[in-house]
């Protein structure tokens, strides 16, 4: 069966530092891959996604991701993280059958 | 164009009664997808729906729960006789095409069921 497994379920960081958010999947086929954000009381919003093509993905907000097949990798990167980014990030694949399997989220916190 | 609608946004029910979640998805997607977070955890998939027939029922529970998307009108996701365990954050998105097609799903804000 497909899984997204995130890494991180907490993380805290001071805002200027550097971001990397883990995320591994398992399916053997072709996937689509995304990063959704749900920020405090707000519905999950799109970061960014990769479909095929360059496995360097540039997303909204500075965030930035890169697939990588042979580790079945899609982590989250973000050079220099601001307050506004506290918010819960989820990974998740697009199988064949359109459904979406996300992880079980990583919950960030930048304090000022 | 606006984005996908959910209702009620809050939603409370004694156990035993029954709860209706109404989504309607983006102009032009006929596509909708239901998913349910329950606390501490992710989203899990219930229900994959297209126009009048359901596509993909693999994440829901067998019994109380059922969904559906008429030729006219929002689609509904509909809990009877709810227990505590259902309360939950409940999603519902919308895409234009299925399938693994190369089309995100646009989520809702989603609706929070609490059964008490």
């Known amino acids: 069966a497909q899984s997204v497994s995130q890494h991180n379920h907490h993380v805290i960081l001071s805002e200027a530092a550097s971001l990397e958010l883990g995320c591994n999947y398992s399916?053997?086929?072709?996937?689509?891959l995304f990063w959704y954000v749900q920020y405090p009381g707000q519905h999950l919003q799109l970061l960014l996604k990769y479909f095929s093509g360059d496995p360097l993905v540039k997303g909204i907000k500075g965030f930035e991701a890169e697939f990588i097949k042979s580790k079945f990798s899609f982590n989250l990167r973000k050079p220099s993280v601001q307050w506004s980014d506290t918010a819960e990030y989820f990974c998740a694949v697009n199988s064949y059958t359109g459904k979406l399997i996300f992880g079980q989220g990583t919950t960030l916190q930048v304090k000022p | 164009n606006a984005g996908v609608m959910q209702n009620p946004r809050h939603l409370v029910r004694r156990r035993g009664q029954e709860a209706r979640l109404r989504c309607s998805p983006m102009k032009g997607h006929s596509h909708v997808y239901w998913y349910r977070q329950l606390p501490e955890e992710g989203l899990k998939f219930m229900v994959y729906l297209q126009k009048e027939n359901i596509i993909d029922e693999s994440g829901m529970p067998k019994e109380r729960f059922s969904a559906e998307f008429p030729k006219e009108g929002p689609s509904i996701l509909r809990i009877q006789q709810v227990v505590r365990g259902d309360s939950a954050a409940y999603f519902c998105a919308s895409s234009p095409l299925g399938a693994a097609s190369p089309y995100e799903q646009y989520f809702g804000p989603g609706t929070r069921l609490t059964v008490t």
């Open positions: 399916y053997g086929g072709t996937v689509n």
